[in-house]
């Protein structure tokens, strides 16, 4: 089993965040500082979490995605984008997925 990720003191992010935050890196039109806005994790430390948890090929195909990607980083998103998640993308609040 994997220890949890400490990100703060007396803070943890459970297997239920990182595979929401596995989700969330995954997808173009979520920035980085959406991830930082929800968990408290900055872009090194995404990357980071990514690269513990994905196999390393699954890793490399994501990294080259991500600096490919100009709605992964706020500097370079068009400023007609005026939201963290896909239209698509199912409600959050409070960390954690809506009920379905």
Avoid at 81 to 97: E, L, M, T, V, Y
């Amino acid at each position: 089993m994997i220890p949890p990720l400490v990100i703060a003191p007396k803070q943890v992010i459970t297997q239920e965040d990182v595979n929401r935050i596995i989700e969330m890196a995954w997808e173009d039109r979520t920035p980085f500082d959406a991830i930082f806005y929800q968990f408290g994790l900055t872009e090194d430390r995404v990357k980071a979490l990514m690269k513990r948890e994905l196999k390393f090929s699954s890793y490399t195909l994501w990294r080259t995605r991500v600096e490919n990607c100009k709605t992964k980083h706020a500097k370079k998103r068009s400023d007609a984008i005026k939201r963290f998640k896909c239209d698509r993308q199912r409600a959050i609040s409070s960390n954690k997925i809506s009920k379905r």
